[in-house]
């Protein structure tokens, strides 16, 4: 594929993202503006609004993540691996146009992700215990 076609791809992407975000918004509006003195009904609407809020993070973060790769097309740097500065493979391209890693970087960034989250985990329970006995004592 030619970097025309990624940069069609993405644009497609984009318009598509941005017309489901515009419906989220209209949809969002008119459950606004409904007036429900039922409790359930409010809780229903509470919880439709958490999981739409949710959705339109998501919806943003791939914007950037698509309005970036645009960028590095416009500066050359499209396909090229931030990590280890390998070309990105036309397959990944095509599954994920807006990748900034080749598949290898993007494991070894996940794994490392995962690792260090373990580690939070680890480190935020550690001293429960201590601080029982303490207390018993």
């Known amino acids: 594929m030619k970097i025309s076609q ?13 017309q489901e975000i ?5 949809m969002e509006i ?19 609004r958490q999981f739409s809020i949710l959705l339109c993070e998501r919806d943003r973060e791939k914007l950037l993540q698509i309005d970036e790769a ?9 396909g090229i691996c931030e990590e280890c500065g390998c070309k990105i493979s036309e397959k990944r391209l095509q599954v994920m ?6 598949v290898p970087c993007k494991n070894n960034i996940e794994r490392n992700e ?9 480190f ?5 215990g201590k601080e029982t006995e303490e207390a018993e004592e």
């Open 70 to 78: 645009l960028e590095r097309i416009e500066d050359g740097s499209y």
């Open 124 to 128: 935020r329970y550690r001293g429960i």
């Open 6 to 18: 990624f940069k069609d791809m993405l644009l497609e992407m984009r318009d598509d993202l941005l």
């Open 97 to 102: 146009p807006f990748a900034r890693h080749c």
């Open 30 to 48: 008119g459950h606004l503006q409904e007036a429900i003195a039922d409790m359930y009904d409010l809780a229903d609407d509470e919880r439709e």
């Open 22 to 26: 515009a419906g989220n918004v209209k």
């Open 114 to 122: 995962k690792f260090l989250l373990g580690q939070k985990e680890t």
